[in-house]
């Protein structure tokens, strides 16, 4: 009885681990993705055969603050109100830059 319930409970582990592995790959696709933008023109974006990113793109840069976000005037980074430390002159510093 004991081996019977064992050796499902390995197979689903096993697959667990794959799945896993698949999203850890994932993931580093991903990260490898965003620094390769960070470093490179914005050009080779538009190489996409997808043609569903641009749209992404330019959504994310038309929206640059949200409500309850600011724009920080040392990094430029958004920033959530609750990283606001500083205010001069209608210029906001993240809690990054003024820490
Ligand atoms: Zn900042």
Same mark, same amino acid.
């Given at each position: 009885m004991a081996s019977e319930s064992a050796a499902p409970v390995a197979m689903s582990e096993a697959e667990r681990a794959k799945e896993i592995a698949q999203l850890k790959a994932g993931k580093t696709a991903a990260m490898a993705n965003m620094v390769d933008e960070a470093e490179?023109?914005?050009?080779?974006?538009?190489?996409?055969? +997808? +043609?569903?990113a641009p749209q992404e793109e330019a959504s994310v840069e038309i929206l640059?603050?949200?409500?309850?976000e600011f724009t920080c005037a040392s990094c430029f980074m958004v920033r959530h109100?609750?990283?606001?430390?500083r205010e001069d002159n209608g210029q906001k510093f993240c809690s990054e830059c003024e820490g």
């Open positions: 490179t023109p914005l050009a080779e974006e538009y190489v996409l055969p +997808g +043609g569903e640059p603050e949200q409500a309850d109100r609750t990283q606001l430390v």
